[in-house]
């Protein structure tokens, strides 16, 4: 769905989940307006999106309209595709999203939308100059002039919002970059070997992540796209993420997994930048455990099965 990437570069700078520009933002907000037109128009003449009947490509745009409808689709907005949040409002009741997607709540739409609001600056101290050096004034103007100079470009330059895992710092005893070159140069079992000697719990944590609706899988080859579509939304998180989802199974009966490898111990605040990873149910795992160590590599490795369904395709995030 080419809908989630641009909604995504349009939200993820307004909460601090990116960096904010102003045009990359306005940009985004038109590339999801032109493509919502384009489903606008498609359900017009159609009550789903590709048959008479839901399946998971309208739970997907559902997933991706209640994201904007909690963050930036305002009443202007939704008021301009009738079709569309005519087409989410029927989904959003049904038994199953409303449990899975909502947790049994009523949809959620706001009346404003979120706009982005510059890190507060420091003030700096004023510094009281004698009466006999007038000429010390000087740099006061200097800063007017800058201060308007700054104002004048909407784009900040230097302060940047932050991402939640940032906080964190960098891990002392567990490089994630090291590891990810690691994983790509070596053979699998080469790099999970340097993965258990180095992996500190304290400073990463290992999560599973099961998608929600495997009755909707088809072709496995969309499948795998799915992934790819999850793993390109989560970009915002690439430098404290790194993991392998699979596709498990054949044709019209298969099932997605993966392993992701956290920096902290809240995968929510690594996954939140995706409109889509409530489609996903996590748990987090426990690396001392020999089941939960070989869940991890054996998705690592591309190998192993989910119940009876066998390894067919995967996807690296890294």
Do not use: C
Request: hydrophobic fraction near 35%.
């Amino acid at each position: 769905m080419e809908v989630a990437p641009t909604l995504g570069q349009w939200f993820q700078p307004l909460i601090g989940a990116t960096p904010y520009n102003k045009k990359h933002v306005e940009d985004a907000q038109t590339a999801t307006k032109a493509r919502f037109q384009i489903l606008e128009d498609h359900l017009l003449h159609n009550t789903f999106l590709v048959s008479e009947r839901i399946t998971l490509a309208d739970f997907f745009l559902a997933s991706i309209v209640q994201r904007g409808s909690e963050l930036v689709f305002d009443p202007s907005f939704r008021s301009s595709y009738p079709n569309i949040f005519r087409h989410y409002n029927t989904v959003a009741r049904t038994s199953a999203y409303k449990t899975v997607g909502l947790n049994g709540q009523d949809p959620t739409f706001v009346d404003t939308a979120v706009t982005y609001t510059p890190p507060a600056k420091a003030e700096k101290p004023k510094v009281e100059k004698a009466p006999a050096a007038p000429k010390a004034e000087k740099p006061k103007a200097e800063k007017k002039k800058k201060d308007d100079d700054e104002e004048e470009d909407d784009t900040p330059k230097e302060t940047k919002p932050k991402h939640p895992i940032e906080a964190l710092g960098p891990a002392k005893s567990f490089p994630l970059d090291e590891f990810k070159r690691q994983y790509s140069n070596l053979d699998t079992p080469d790099a999970l070997k340097w993965f258990d000697e180095h992996y500190d719990p304290q400073e990463y944590s290992l999560w599973h992540a099961e998608y929600k609706y495997p009755e909707e899988l088809t072709q496995v080859f969309m499948s795998s796209n799915l992934i790819t579509g999850f793993h390109s939304r989560l970009e915002g998180s690439r430098k404290y993420l790194f993991g392998n989802a699979g596709v498990y199974g054949v044709k019209d009966n298969s099932a997605i997994q993966g392993v992701y490898l956290v920096r902290g111990s809240d995968g929510v605040a690594a996954f939140d930048v995706a409109p889509d990873y409530e489609s996903y149910n996590f748990r987090q795992l426990d690396w001392s455990k020999p089941e939960d160590r070989k869940l991890t590599e054996d998705v690592w490795k591309w190998e192993g099965a989910m119940g009876d369904k066998q390894f067919a395709d995967g996807k690296t995030f890294k």
